[in-house]
């Protein structure tokens, strides 16, 4: 019963790390630029993201721009968009895999295919968290070092957005679910490798008295 509960309390955490990841790869704002000038009024902030770049005036106008070259982005962007869109089929496959592997579900047939199921679905979890996590912490990592670069013009750096912290806590959640699937499984297996089931033998005595009354028989 407690292996039921912490899988489903798995399965939860899979669900919020699903949406957190394809809000993340969605989202805009994966960099943010505030350029206030000498009037706040006239505030400009300037969103870049994996699909579009956005600019939003504090007079409540917003508009967008699709980025349709894909040769002409650098590398951690085209990066980032592959690793995220994998992360995001990853995690819908686990989810679709662990429905039928969880043990509070009556799909998956007997014990043994469930119980494997539910392993596959915790590595498509920890494989998704994992696609999530290198785009974000490369993001990042390109964001920081152009912010401490000196020879950038203030004007063009950037702060890491609302995207890469929702990216970073989506993949955190898809990993613990996969470590809790894959460990509930494991666990339950391990258990029959150390406590094979017990075969009755009978004593020498009676098997040479069965085997003498079946000769009998046959004479």
């Known amino acids: 019963m407690a292996s039921?509960?912490?899988q489903f309390f798995a399965f939860i955490l899979a669900l919020f790390g699903v949406f957190g990841d394809i809000t993340a790869t969605l989202l805009p704002n994966w960099k943010v630029n505030a350029d206030v000038g000498s009037n706040i009024i006239t505030a400009i902030t300037q969103m870049q993201g994996l699909w579009m770049d956005c600019t939003w005036y504090s007079t409540g106008m917003f508009s967008c721009t699709l980025k349709y070259s894909v040769l002409s982005l650098p590398v951690y962007?085209?990066?980032?968009r592959t690793t995220m869109v994998l992360s995001c089929i990853l995690s819908a496959f686990g989810i679709c895999i662990s429905t039928v592997g969880m043990k509070c579900t009556k799909l998956g047939g007997d014990t043994d295919s469930k119980s494997h199921a539910c392993f596959a679905g915790g590595v498509c979890f920890i494989l998704a968290g994992i696609f999530a996590l290198v785009p974000t912490s490369w993001y990042t990592s390109e964001i920081i070092s152009n912010f401490l670069d000196q020879t950038i013009p203030e004007s063009s750096k950037h702060e890491p957005g609302g995207a890469v912290y929702t990216g970073f806590i989506s993949a955190a959640f898809l990993l613990i679910a996969g470590v809790i699937f894959c460990t509930s499984c494991f666990k339950k297996q391990q258990g029959a490798w150390i406590y094979p089931p017990k075969q009755h033998h009978l004593p020498?005595?009676?098997?040479?008295?069965?085997a003498g009354y079946n000769l009998k028989d046959y004479v």
């Open 77 to 80: 962007i085209q990066a980032a």
């Open 204 to 210: 020498s005595t009676e098997q040479d008295s069965n």
């Open 4 to 6: 039921a509960s912490l």
